[in-house]
């Protein structure tokens, strides 16, 4: 048993509170940073606002490479924002060091609460990947990358029982950065107020109680666990168990803490091509 559950109301709201714990600024213009950092649309040539569904917001944004290579991995996307905050609109800050080295970078919109739940955005997440795979069928790799809300999507998209779908995508690695893999803990906090989950529907979309799943059908995938100095002790361990979950469940998973960030300049920090974790996403996809 975590120490979650011995936690105070207001113990466990700060433990999930992951602007209050930057070393870089206060609670507010950590945020607020964020949201102008994220709203920086990259200069490539895009393709805005395909359907990958019929329901409202079920729709990506594509950066595509000026130039064309044989060898064109693909990146998907799932944005942060606890599944209530941010869109895909916010996530083409990450597409220009990757777009520039010949990477086709996908942003995924889901519908986010309180319009969707999260039964819906699970499914969404996993009929995008269902969709972008049909769509661009000649791609050397198909690679996943998710911030917080977007790192348990990712998770659960790796989890996916993919016999009930058309296809089953061979997902060649996956960078999950600062997420939550077990949902149980936020029940009681403000997180899960405009969510409204039960424990029934945290525990179903807790990729922590989805291993086997991920071992049958991610067993050749590449998996980083990467987690920000800064953030809270409850999102570090959130992090520091999956990942040894998955070590000793045999998958290929490695731990990247990254020194002198938070919960959100972890992240923000994608457009620079030097950045640590740049380079690390760009030698998993064969381009550094
Ligand atoms: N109450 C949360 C808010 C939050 O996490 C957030 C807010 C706006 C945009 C993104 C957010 N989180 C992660 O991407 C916090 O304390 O940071």
Redesign the pocket.
């Known amino acids: 048993m975590s120490d979650w559950r011995k936690m105070s109301k207001d113990d466990l709201e700060h433990q ?5 714990w930057s070393h870089r600024m206060s ?1 507010d213009d ?2 607020r940073a ?2 102008y950092i ?1 709203k920086a649309r990259s200069v490539t040539q895009t393709l805005l606002d395909v359907p990958y569904g019929d329901g409202d917001g079920e729709k990506l944004d594509v950066y595509v490479p000026s130039s064309s290579s044989p060898d064109v991995p693909l990146v998907i996307y799932f ?4 599944w209530q ?2 869109s895909k609109n916010e996530s083409g800050f990450l597409a220009v060091p990757l777009v520039q080295r010949g990477v086709v970078v996908v942003a995924v919109g889901y519908s986010v609460a309180p319009k969707g739940d999260m039964d819906l955005m699970v499914s969404q997440v996993r009929r995008s990947v269902v969709s972008v795979v049909q769509q661009y069928s000649h791609i050397s790799g198909l690679y996943l990358c998710g ?4 790192a348990h999507l990712a998770a659960m998209v790796l989890s996916t029982d993919w016999t009930q779908y058309d296809i089953s995508p061979q997902i060649k690695g996956v960078f999950l950065v ?1 997420g939550i893999y077990d949902l149980q803990p936020i029940l009681s906090t ?2 899960n107020e405009p969510l409204k989950m039960t424990e029934e529907v945290a525990i179903r979309n807790s990729p922590s109680h989805f291993l086997p799943q991920l071992k049958r059908s991610s067993t050749s995938c590449d998996i980083i666990v990467a987690v920000a100095q800064n953030d809270s002790p409850e999102f570090r361990k959130q992090s520091e168990e999956y990942f040894k979950a998955l070590e000793s469940a045999g998958l290929r998973v490695s731990f990247e803490d990254v020194p002198n960030t938070d ?2 300049n972890i ?1 923000e920090q994608l457009v620079d091509e030097n950045y640590r974790l740049t380079k690390l996403l760009l030698k998993m996809m064969g381009k550094s």
Request: proline residues 4%; without cysteine.
């Open positions: 999930f509170s992951p602007s209050s609670a950590v945020i964020h949201v994220n944005h942060g924002g606890y905050f941010l911030h917080s809300a977007g600062s403000y997180v919960h959100f992240i």
